[in-house]
């Protein structure tokens, strides 16, 4: 019953930027933490990013520090994932996750989150 669903991805130029959305569904997502994370090709899921509903970030990965950001659609129930000054080394599938009576973020990611998207890929190349 509780879904989430990444959105967004495509093919972008360096330096470009992107917007990701994740959509909850069978859930108020303002009562809960989302944390996202990314999966570059043979590599393992990376933690990025994590907000909570009041819009409290946590970041976990100094390589997109300043350049990606997180925010929030409470009315949609969305939440979104901001890409910018994109870099080829950003390339993978990016997800947002959350754990049943996640709150806040936690210090360390992945925390074992057990709800996750089906995952939305981003390609950053000329």
């Known amino acids: 019953q509780l879904q989430l669903m990444e959105s967004g991805g495509g093919l972008v130029q360096p330096g470009g930027s992107l917007r990701l959305s994740c959509t909850a569904s069978g859930f108020v997502l303002d009562n809960y933490a989302i944390a996202w994370f990314r999966q570059a090709p043979g590599k393992e899921r990376e933690g990025i990013l994590c907000s909570n509903g009041s819009g409290t970030i946590t970041n976990y990965a100094d390589s997109v520090k300043g350049r990606f950001t997180v925010s929030r659609d409470g009315a949609e129930n969305t939440a979104y994932l901001h890409l910018n000054s994109l870099k080829p080394e950003d390339t993978g599938v990016y997800y947002c996750?959350?754990?049943?009576?996640?709150?806040?973020?936690?210090?360390?990611?992945?925390?074992?989150?057990?709800?996750w998207g089906k995952g939305t890929l981003v390609t950053v190349s000329s």
């Open positions: 996750a959350t754990k049943w009576w996640l709150i806040n973020c936690p210090r360390r990611l992945p925390y074992g989150m057990d709800y």
